[in-house]
């Protein structure tokens, strides 16, 4: 494996990801060496790695993602946007699908320059969540998370469990998030949301990430919490803006299923990971 890798850092809302092309060059890192590029001390820092890949079922490209903790994730709504936005300029496209290991993702840019990705269906069985207990994935009371109602499980590719509460802004998400993204009730682990009601069409939303902790934003988070809102009567339709720490996400869950995700992207610099200097 060549031991310089080009990267481009970029971001939806503050959703950071290091972004690295693995079509020409051999880009597998081991699971140690995304650890190390995602310790933003020792490292670069990012909340997923992103690298595109020829596509496998005729698509323009194929998206792997990684999270900081060296594990893989099915979905990344911020992180398919930025890479699509990528490859729409590469291809002098306004539209483009691009794979992840869940299917093709129709990604199309905006009039006013932002990304919208048809994120799929949002997955609603408790086999698909996947939670470890047959049950209504409506409300499910999560075992030492009472005391936050309950939550409404959606799979968007990934496992988002989403908890509506008097004020998000309020709770310590750093200390009550790891507990129930470990759950026993979460075979694969979860994405932790605490959403708040502001008006029918408006929710702020904070995410304690599966794999990366607190971040910024989380666009398939966002679309498991507009799912969740019009499941629960939180909201009158299927669409929402989401406030998120870094910004606002505008999301419809469709009549067929599928939920569509439009926000910005932007790119804050390039470099070059120095793999031998990252250890194995
Ligand atoms: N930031 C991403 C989600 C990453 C999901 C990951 N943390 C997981 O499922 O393990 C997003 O915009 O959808």
Sequence with gaps: ?????????????????????G??????LSEAQYRAVGDRRRGV??????????????GLAYMAIHNPDGSQAQACGNGTRCVASLLMDEAGAEEIVLETVVGGLVCKRAADGRVTVD?????????????????DTREVTVPGAEAYGPATMVNMGNPHAVFFV?????????????PIE?????????NIEFVSVLAPDRLRMRVWERGAGITQACGSGACATVVAAARRGMIPGRSASVVLDGGVLDITWRADGHVEMTGPVATSFSGTLDLSALGS
């Design 45 to 58: 820092g990012y909340d997923q790695f992103l690298t595109i890949l020829p596509p496998k079922n005729g």
């Design 1 to 21: 494996m060549s031991t310089n890798l080009p990267f481009l850092k970029m971001h939806g809302l503050g959703n950071d990801f290091v972004v690295v092309d």
């Design 182 to 190: 470990t759950n026993p009730i979460f075979p694969e682990r979860a």
């Design 23 to 28: 079509r020409k060059a051999d880009a597998a």
């Design 166 to 178: 008097e004020d998000a802004e309020a709770l310590d998400l750093a200390r009550i998030g790891p």
């Design 119 to 135: 994120m799929g269906k949002a997955n609603l069985g408790w086999t698909e969540i996947p939670i470890a207990v047959e049950t």
